[in-house]
C-alpha cells in the first residue's frame, strides 16, 4: 500500500510504531521495521548519548529498513542531554525522528540540515497546523482514545482526524485506538495516510517486556484505563490496578491542592519495574482503550501482515459492495 506516509519515509506498510517508554528498544523496532514498518526507538529510555548510540547500533545490526528515534521534549529541573541526543541521532545517520511534548522548533533545523525527516506527536489541530508552520514533515494526529497523554481538549479520533485532514497540507498518521486493519482503513478514510500504533505493539511476542504487561493488556477490556494527574494538567492515560485507583483517591481528596509529589509514589520511576521486572500493581503506565480490541499475541510479522491483508480486502471487497458505480 502507497501513500505519502510510505513515499516520506521509504517504509512498505504505512504503519508507524509510537515511540513507548522502556517498549521502543532495538528489538521492537527492528521487529517492525522487518515488517515493513516504521520502528521507532525511545530516546529518553536509553537516557544518555552514549547509550543511546549503542542502542541505535544494536537496531541497525537487526535490520537493514529504515527506522527512527523518538525525542520528547519535557520540561525538567534537570533536563537529558539532548544537544547529544540530536548529536547522537545524526552521527549515527538516522533519517526519521518522531518527536513529541513541547515545540521542537529548536531543533528542527540541525535535523533538517542533515537530511532526517521529522514527525511530530500532536493532540489537538492547533498543535498540528503550529507542527506544520514551524517545517515539520508530518504529523502524528493522537487521539483522546490514546495511552499516555492525550492532552486537556478530549476529542476522539472520529472528529480529530477529520478536522485535521481539513487544515493540514502535510501528511498525517492517526494515533490512539489503533489496532487492526478497521482502524487503517478508517483512517485513510478520514484523511490520515496511516497509522500510529502503540499499545497495540506491546501485546506481540518480540515486544521486549514482561510478560506479565502482554498478558494485562490481553486481558484488558476498553473499559480498564483511567485518567490520572488531569488536576495537574498532565493527564495520562494508564491501565488500572490498586495504585493507580489510589492515585486517583488521593486526587479526587486534594482536589486543586495536589501536588506531584503527593502522587510520586505512583507515578515516579514506575516503569523499569512494570515493564521489565513484571510488577503490574507497583503504579500507573501507560495504555490505550485499544487493549479492548487486542485478542492475541503473534509476531510483529503475522500482525502486519493480517493487518495489511484484511486492509486490502476491506477496500476491495467489503467497502467496494458499497459503491453506487
Not at 529498513?65 to 520540561?75: A, D, E, S
Not at 472528529?159 to 483512517?187: N, Q, T, Y
Request: with cysteine.
Amino acid at each position: 500500500m502507497k501513500t505519502r506516509i510510505t513515499e516520506l519515509f521509504g517504509i512498505e506498510h504505512p504503519v508507524i510504531q509510537g515511540g513507548m517508554h522502556y517498549v521502543g528498544l532495538a528489538e521492537m523496532a527492528a521487529a517492525v521495521s522487518n515488517a515493513g514498518g516504521l520502528g521507532i526507538i525511545t530516546g529518553l529510555t536509553q537516557g544518555t548519548p552514549e547509550k543511546l548510540a549503542n542502542e541505535i547500533k544494536r537496531c541497525q545490526a537487526m535490520t537493514d529498513k529504515p527506522f527512527g528515534v523518538n525525542l520528547t521534549f519535557l520540561p525538567s529541573v534537570t533536563p537529558p542531554d539532548y544537544p547529544g541526543l540530536v548529536n547522537t541521532i545524526i552521527e549515527s545517520g538516522v533519517k526519521v525522528v518522531e518527536t513529541a511534548g513541547n515545540n521542537p522548533a529548536k531543533w528542527l533545523p540541525q535535523l533538517k540540515e542533515a537530511g532526517i525527516k521529522v514527525i511530530h506527536k500532536c493532540t489537538s489541530v492547533r498543535h498540528s497546523v503550529k507542527a506544520q508552520d514551524i517545517g515539520c514533515d508530518a504529523v502524528s494526529v493522537d487521539g483522546f482514545e490514546c495511552g499516555g497523554h492525550p492532552g486537556e481538549d478530549d476529542i476522539p479520533n472520529f472528529i480529530l482526524l477529520p478536522r485535521a485532514a481539513d487544515e493540514l497540507e502535510i501528511p498525517f498518521v492517526a494515533s490512539g485506538g489503533m489496532a487492526d486493519a478497521r482502524s487503517l482503513v478508517a483512517s485513510l478514510a478520514m484523511g490520515a495516510e496511516g497509522m500510529n500504533m502503540g499499545t497495540r505493539f506491546i501485546a506481540t511476542q518480540e515486544a521486549p517486556v514482561h510478560d506479565n504487561v502482554k498478558q494485562a493488556i490481553l486481558n484488558a477490556s476498553e473499559l480498564d484505563t483511567r485518567l490520572v494527574m488531569r488536576p495537574l494538567r498532565n493527564t495520562e492515560r494508564v491501565l488500572t490496578n490498586p495504585a493507580v485507583e489510589r492515585l486517583l483517591e488521593k486526587e479526587k481528596a486534594m482536589g486543586s491542592e495536589l501536588k506531584f509529589e503527593d502522587i510520586a509514589e505512583e507515578v515516579a520511576g514506575v516503569y523499569p519495574k512494570v515493564m521489565t521486572e513484571g510488577d503490574m500493581d507497583i503504579g500507573a503506565w501507560s495504555c490505550g482503550m485499544v487493549a479492548g480490541l487486542v485478542y492475541d499475541i503473534p509476531t510483529v510479522q503475522e500482525l502486519m501482515d493480517r493487518i495489511m491483508g484484511e486492509a486490502d480486502a476491506l477496500i476491495c471487497e467489503r467497502l467496494a459492495r458499497f459503491s453506487t458505480a
